[in-house]
């Protein structure tokens, strides 16, 4: 285990302390795994989720064409 000693401002204390209290948790330190534990699942590693394989699926299940140049697709769409 990490220990660590952080200077943050009173509204940071007070989100630090709702999720606490909405958590049931003990300890801040419990509270902040639970903060950074939902920004690791939203923000860093989207391509793990698996709502967005779920999309990655039907994306690939799409019909599509295949072009050899950029004057195939043209002579296609006009």
């Not at 999720?19 to 049931?24: F, L």
Request: no cysteine; hydrophobic share 35%.
């Amino acid at each position: 285990m990490v220990q660590n000693i952080f200077d943050i401002g009173e509204r940071e204390n007070r989100v630090i302390n709702i999720v606490k209290a909405q958590h049931g948790l003990k300890t801040k330190s419990e509270a902040l795994a639970v903060i950074t534990g939902a920004y690791e699942d939203t923000f860093l590693e989207p391509q793990l989720r698996s709502d967005y394989l779920e999309k990655l699926k039907k994306i690939r299940k799409g019909n599509y064409k295949k072009f050899g140049s950029v004057g195939e697709l043209r002579k296609a769409t006009s």
